[in-house]
């Protein structure tokens, strides 16, 4: 299942990620440009992450595009220590700096 929300800055839909519905995993791609760098963070729309919630999520997934580096988190640890906030012109979001996350070794 993909994920769209609407994107005030860009004037449109976009991609927020993907949610596998047998293995309960979603996966969102990013690229650093779009990192909250206060925090160390990206952000995951508030409305995705409720719709997650009611879906079962189990774990998310995040891959750097541009670097190729892969975090993942425990979806209930992600909620645990997650902080909604609004920052800019964006939408609220679910914040949490990737010290929480697991770097995903790549496959050699």
């Known amino acids: 299942m993909v994920f769209k929300v609407y994107n005030k800055c860009l004037g449109r839909e976009v991609t927020a990620g ?5 293995t309960k995993v979603f996966y969102k791609a990013v690229s650093t440009h779009s990192k ?3 925090l160390n963070a990206y952000g995951i729309e508030k409305c ?7 879906r079962g999520c189990k ?3 995040i891959e750097e595009i541009n670097t190729g580096n892969m975090y993942e988190i425990d979806f209930a640890k ?7 906030r609004t920052f800019g012109n964006s939408t609220e979001q679910y914040y949490l700096p990737l010290k929480y996350f697991t770097k995903v070794e790549k496959a050699s």
């Open 48 to 54: 995705v992450v409720e719709e997650l919630k009611e």
């Open 78 to 84: 992600f909620i645990e220590k997650a902080i909604l």
């Open 36 to 38: 909250l760098l206060v």
């Open 59 to 61: 774990l998310i997934q």
């Open 18 to 22: 993907h949610f596998n519905s047998k």
